[in-house]
């Protein structure tokens, strides 16, 4: 039985058609991918379902009812639940204070019952095998707790419809596998689920059923058994598929960033040289330490032992002011709390970094600083109208490359991408290994954390394995493989060569 049929569903902005005419059926009890690339008109879709945008044309039913013009409030009460890519909690409330935003328990004086909501808090995580304190603030935890807590919140108060967009993206393996767990248990007790994402091990592990969109239309929809990732991929794609490799050498200089024993939070020990042009790939479970590493060479956190040489020159003071007046730029993982300046343009987004470094002038050149943005348009392929729309009104994977933008557009030299192409299409991910090749070849030295070895393969000279906070094992490029990288960073090998 269909819990969910959205037909002939039309949305515009501003006179341009980003949805004609698509439809969608979930059926009750099942897990739907709803797959496409950034800018397909998923995410339009989803909000035009939980109310967020008013539909221009179509008809939506759900659970037998056909609904008109929807609220937020009003899906919710329906049993819809959007658990979004970009987490949407309050830093400072705490745990327990996120879950019952809105719908708090009072008692008969009328005052919150903090006891009942932090016992029924514990209950639920008890219940999901959640490790979190309900009486923590959620500043306090990791990204992967964050993620948990949002698809958590949705849980608690029993939505006949999950929406879950790249749920997936800040979870380890074994975080991923508790999840999947829970969702197929959801999945028996009769709970739907529309699951967003770009990975198709994932996608084909967990699906039932899957819906393409391309450019804002419906192209295709069937039972995941019946299809393959590679012909999926064609169907999301079009005819600018590309699976090939992209990885190319090319010649490299004198070492440019060295470290000597690296300590910081969240690592130690962690020595590594790295010459002008190359790309290393960095990478290990979720924690390891790689992406702590980048934090503190970026300056965003203290070293607390060890030294890190930069051209040559010991680095004194670490602070990201400094590191980015010495060549050093970062694009961070968490897109929205760590890059995403809302209330500004993507031509501000843009500029923004390299008018912190010059900021003796007086004045912002606007006509010349637009010249380098449809430069940076161009080059990176960026889906945008014009420079003066807001960053929020882009998909991730276009907000994605305007951050790239705004780091080349500071002309620094050393590269630290971590995670990169989180929430990105298929298509887009390809544009940004090319452009990591291409800025390689320009003399540009890269490091790029990830959890996905592909990306490592396609563009990586060599692959740093942590384990446990410290780099186990370095691979060159014809030795990465998956399994080769899970062995080290699982410690299920320690110092034995790779045979190949």
Same mark, same amino acid.
């Given at each position: 039985?269909?819990?969910?049929?959205?037909?002939?569903?039309?949305?515009?902005?501003? @006179?341009?058609?980003?949805?004609?005419?698509?439809?969608? $059926?979930?059926?009750?009890?099942?897990?739907?991918?709803?797959?496409?690339?950034?800018?397909?008109?998923?995410?339009?879709?989803?909000?035009?379902?939980?109310?967020?945008?008013?539909?221009?044309?179509?008809?939506?039913?759900?659970?037998?009812?056909?609904?008109?013009?929807?609220?937020?409030?009003?899906?919710?009460?329906?049993?819809?639940?959007?658990?979004?890519?970009?987490?949407?909690?309050?830093?400072?409330?705490?745990?327990?204070?996120?879950?019952?935003?809105?719908?708090?328990?009072?008692?008969?004086?009328?005052?919150?019952?903090?006891?009942?909501?932090?016992?029924?808090?514990?209950?639920?995580?008890?219940?999901?095998?959640?490790?979190?304190?309900?009486?923590?603030?959620?500043?306090?935890?990791?990204?992967?707790?964050?993620?948990?807590?949002?698809?958590?919140?949705?849980?608690?108060?029993?939505?006949?419809?999950?929406?879950?967009?790249?749920?997936?993206? !800040?979870? /380890? $393996?074994?975080?991923?596998?508790?999840?999947?767990?829970?969702?197929?248990?959801?999945?028996?007790?009769?709970?739907?689920?529309?699951?967003?994402?770009?990975?198709?091990?994932?996608?084909?592990?967990?699906?039932?059923?899957?819906?393409?969109?391309?450019?804002?239309?419906?192209?295709?929809?069937?039972?995941?058994?019946?299809?393959?990732?590679?012909?999926?991929?064609?169907?999301?794609?079009?005819? =600018?598929?590309?699976?090939?490799?992209?990885?190319?050498?090319?010649?490299? @200089?004198?070492?440019?960033?060295?470290?000597?024993?690296?300590?910081?939070?969240?690592?130690?020990?962690? #020595?590594?040289?790295?010459?002008?042009?190359?790309?290393?790939?960095?990478?290990?479970?979720?924690?390891?330490? #790689?992406?702590?590493?980048?934090?503190?060479?970026?300056?965003?956190?203290?070293?607390?032992?060890?030294?890190?040489?930069?051209?040559?020159?010991? !680095?004194?003071?670490?602070?990201?002011?400094?590191?980015?007046?010495? =060549?050093?730029?970062?694009?961070?993982?968490?897109?929205?709390? /760590?890059?995403?300046?809302?209330?500004?343009?993507?031509?501000?987004?843009?500029?923004?970094?390299?008018? $912190?470094?010059?900021?003796?002038?007086?004045?912002?050149?606007?006509?010349?600083?637009?010249?380098?943005?449809?430069?940076?348009?161009?080059?990176?392929?960026?889906?945008?109208?014009?420079? #003066?729309?807001?960053?929020?009104?882009?998909? @991730?994977?276009?907000?994605?490359?305007?951050?790239?933008?705004?780091?080349?557009?500071?002309?620094?030299? *050393?590269?630290?991408?971590?995670?990169?192409?989180?929430? *990105?299409?298929? @298509? !887009?991910?390809?544009? *940004?290994?090319?452009?990591?090749?291409?800025?390689?070849?320009?003399?540009?030295?890269?490091?790029? /954390? $990830?959890?996905? *070895?592909?990306?490592?393969?396609?563009?990586?000279?060599?692959?740093?394995?942590?384990? /446990?906070?410290?780099?186990?094992?370095?691979?060159?490029?014809?030795?990465?493989?998956?399994?080769?990288?899970?062995?080290?960073?699982?410690? !299920?090998?320690?110092?034995?060569?790779?045979?190949?």
């Amino acid at each position: 039985m269909s819990l969910l049929k959205m037909r002939d569903i039309v949305k515009s902005f501003n @006179g341009v058609t980003v949805l004609r005419g698509v439809n969608l $059926t979930v059926e009750e009890g099942t897990v739907h991918a709803l797959l496409g690339e950034n800018g397909a008109g998923k995410s339009t879709l989803m909000n035009v379902l939980t109310g967020v945008y008013t539909r221009d044309g179509g008809t939506i039913e759900f659970d037998g009812k056909v609904i008109g013009d929807i609220t937020i409030r009003q899906s919710e009460q329906l049993g819809i639940a959007f658990v979004h890519q970009e987490l949407n909690l309050f830093n400072d409330l705490k745990v327990y204070e996120n879950i019952f935003l809105g719908k708090e328990y009072a008692n008969r004086f009328g005052k919150l019952d903090k006891k009942k909501m932090i016992a029924e808090t514990r209950q639920l995580f008890q219940e999901l095998g959640v490790e979190i304190d309900p009486t923590e603030l959620a500043e306090n935890l990791t990204t992967s707790q964050k993620q948990l807590l949002e698809i958590s919140k949705a849980l608690f108060f029993k939505a006949k419809l999950l929406i879950l967009d790249e749920p997936t993206t !800040a979870l /380890n $393996t074994e975080e991923i596998n508790h999840l999947f767990g829970i969702i197929n248990n959801l999945k028996k007790k009769g709970t739907s689920f529309i699951f967003i994402s770009h990975k198709m091990p994932e996608i084909f592990e967990l699906s039932d059923r899957y819906t393409v969109f391309r450019n804002g239309e419906f192209i295709k929809e069937g039972n995941i058994s019946e299809v393959t990732p590679e012909s999926v991929t064609k169907l999301m794609v079009g005819d =600018g598929y590309d699976n090939k490799s992209v990885y190319q050498e090319r010649p490299v @200089g004198e070492t440019v960033l060295k470290l000597k024993n690296f300590s910081g939070p969240g690592f130690h020990d962690v #020595s590594l040289e790295v010459k002008k042009g190359q790309i290393i790939g960095l990478t290990g479970l979720q924690g390891a330490g #790689s992406s702590e590493v980048l934090q503190c060479m970026f300056g965003y956190v203290q070293p607390s032992g060890g030294e890190m040489e930069i051209h040559g020159k010991k !680095a004194e003071h670490y602070s990201i002011h400094t590191m980015m007046k010495a =060549g050093i730029a970062m694009l961070p993982s968490n897109r929205k709390e /760590n890059s995403v300046i809302p209330d500004m343009s993507l031509l501000e987004n843009m500029y923004l970094s390299e008018h $912190t470094l010059s900021a003796f002038k007086m004045h912002i050149n606007k006509k010349k600083e637009k010249e380098k943005f449809e430069n940076y348009r161009s080059m990176l392929n960026i889906k945008a109208e014009n420079s #003066s729309a807001p960053i929020l009104s882009l998909s @991730g994977g276009n907000q994605q490359k305007v951050f790239i933008a705004k780091w080349l557009n500071t002309d620094a030299q *050393i590269l630290l991408f971590d995670n990169p192409t989180q929430g *990105i299409d298929v @298509g !887009a991910k390809a544009e *940004i290994y090319r452009l990591i090749l291409e800025l390689a070849k320009q003399g540009k030295t890269i490091l790029i /954390n $990830t959890l996905e *070895i592909p990306e490592i393969q396609k563009v990586a000279d060599f692959c740093a394995v942590f384990y /446990n906070g410290s780099i186990i094992k370095i691979l060159r490029h014809d030795e990465i493989d998956e399994t080769t990288v899970m062995l080290y960073s699982t410690n !299920a090998v320690k110092s034995q060569e790779v045979k190949g």
